[in-house]
């Protein structure tokens, strides 16, 4: 497994760095500038992977990244003082996830998400979708909310999607939450997965449940305390409701599954929604779907995995 940096720089001299990283490198580049405003205000964006061959060369002519704790202070100090932040002063880095096909293989449990065309909920899914309790939030100096688990209510949308060459879609908010046709829910239930239920979908303001989409739903919930953390991640504690959330440090962190706390005979579970883009936003957590080796080398040898992205899921 390596990462892949994916670099957003803002106020570096980007078309110098651009020439370098293109012609030298050959890492392809883009400039962003923001909208209604003069040509010096822009973003360089690219991706790095961490085994290119000259990768500790280019870092060293790569404005340094810091935290993205850092980055909002100095950014909430300059709105403050109303003053312009240091052009020394850059974005965090993403880092993405790359396995090979011999550490998936040999996983017992993979994550999967589906960055396919986004199902958007006609009545404010984002609204229902979640559990809620209210806390009081020192930080934002107001009360926000604490989403503690997924209801189960059943999606209305304006029309079915066209599926092409694709067997699951995503949730607008999500994407750890999957659609598939009737064709692909045949295919699945012949093949005696068990822990996938196939909810209805309706259609907007109708009783009637749509004929080729349905979303898949786990029956079995990994428990929250079996979830720990691996590495580059903090845990935060709902001072009301009492759950364990993890949040990722610049996104590189991981996470395992305690050994034996769930079974082999399962191949789809999901876990709470207990993962945080960051510590700054403790309210915002998403949940993960977790599938066995089994069901993911079906997946894969039936090509039905475009669009998706799966992640090794470590027992500890």
């Not at 994916?6 to 570096?12: L, M, P, V």
């Not at 909920?121 to 100096?141: H, L, T």
């Not at 080729?212 to 709902?238: G, R």
């Not at 993962?275 to 066995?292: G, M, T, V, Y």
Request: charged content about 30%; glycine content about 2%; overall charge negative.
């Amino acid at each position: 497994m390596y990462y892949i940096r994916h670099y957003i720089i803002e106020n570096c001299k980007h078309h110098e760095l651009k020439a370098v990283l293109e012609e030298k490198y050959n890492i392809s580049c883009c400039v962003s500038t923001y909208p209604f405003s003069n040509t010096d205000n822009y973003k360089l964006i690219f991706d790095l992977p961490e085994n290119h061959p000259d990768f500790e060369e280019i870092l060293t002519i790569i404005p340094n990244i810091i935290s993205n704790e850092e980055y909002n202070r100095l950014l909430e100090e300059c709105i403050r003082t109303r003053t312009i932040m240091s052009e020394e002063i850059t974005q965090i880095v993403l880092y993405i996830p790359v396995y090979s096909d011999e550490e998936l293989y040999n996983a017992e449990w993979v994550s999967v998400r589906c960055a396919n065309s986004k199902i958007e909920d006609d009545f404010n899914g984002y609204e229902k979708y979640y559990s809620d309790c209210k806390i009081w939030a020192e930080k934002q100096n107001s009360f926000a909310w604490c989403h503690r688990r997924l209801k189960r209510e059943p999606f209305h949308i304006n029309h079915v999607p066209k599926w092409r060459n694709k067997s699951f879609m995503s949730y607008l908010y999500s994407e750890a939450v999957l659609f598939c046709s009737a064709r692909v829910k045949n295919i699945l239930e012949k093949s005696d997965f068990a822990g996938i239920e196939f909810l209805p979908v309706y259609k907007k303001s109708g009783n009637e449940p749509l004929d080729d989409i349905y979303q898949l739903k786990s029956k079995f919930e990994i428990p929250n305390e079996t979830i720990a953390v691996e590495s580059d991640m903090d845990v935060i504690v709902c001072e009301n409701c009492g759950m364990k959330k993890l949040a990722y440090k610049q996104t590189r962190g991981r996470y395992g599954i305690l050994k034996n706390s769930i079974s082999k005979d399962i191949d789809f579970y999901e876990t709470s929604p207990m993962f945080l883009a960051s510590s700054d936003e403790p309210f915002e957590a998403h949940h993960d779907l977790i599938i066995s080796q089994r069901l993911y080398r079906f997946i894969k040898d039936n090509h039905m995995d475009t669009g998706l992205f799966f992640e090794v899921i470590e027992e500890l």
